[in-house]
């Protein structure tokens, strides 16, 4: 199993990108998954996670300006990134709770994508 991101980039201020993340490999189930982001020398940060009902939530400092959406079918989740700022620079990553066949058993994980950067710059 494993997660692939994708969409990052440059971009000037005000500017939007939509980032993209897919699930592959013998999974069952994907339950919440979400993006996170890591400016340089600061902490990760959530950013918006969506349920594998559909039920969303994102942080104040995007709320407005960027829709996490999903696609079930697809194993793949979106970043609709709008209204870009400088303060947005950041390696993003994708993050998915994954159930998958292991053999003949069932195993649950926290699986993250490799990371794609996206720098608002003009």
């Known amino acids: 199993v494993q997660l692939q991101a994708s969409g990052g980039g440059l971009v000037q201020p005000g500017g939007s990108l939509r980032l993209s993340c897919a699930a592959s490999?013998?999974?069952?189930?994907?339950?919440?998954m979400g993006w996170y982001r890591q400016a340089p020398g600061k902490q990760r940060e959530l950013v918006a996670y969506i349920t594998r009902a559909g039920t969303t939530n994102a942080a104040d400092s995007v709320k407005g300006r960027f829709t996490i959406s999903r696609d079930n079918a697809k194993n793949t989740v979106y970043l609709q990134m709008n209204s870009l700022k400088p303060e947005d620079t950041a390696v993003y990553y994708c993050?998915?709770?994954?159930?998958?066949?292991?053999?003949?058993?069932?195993?649950?994980?926290?699986?993250w994508g490799q990371g794609t950067l996206v720098t608002v710059s003009s």
């Open positions: 490999g013998s999974i069952l189930r994907i339950d919440n």
């Open positions: 993050n998915a709770v994954i159930t998958y066949y292991s053999g003949s058993s069932l195993t649950s994980e926290d699986y």
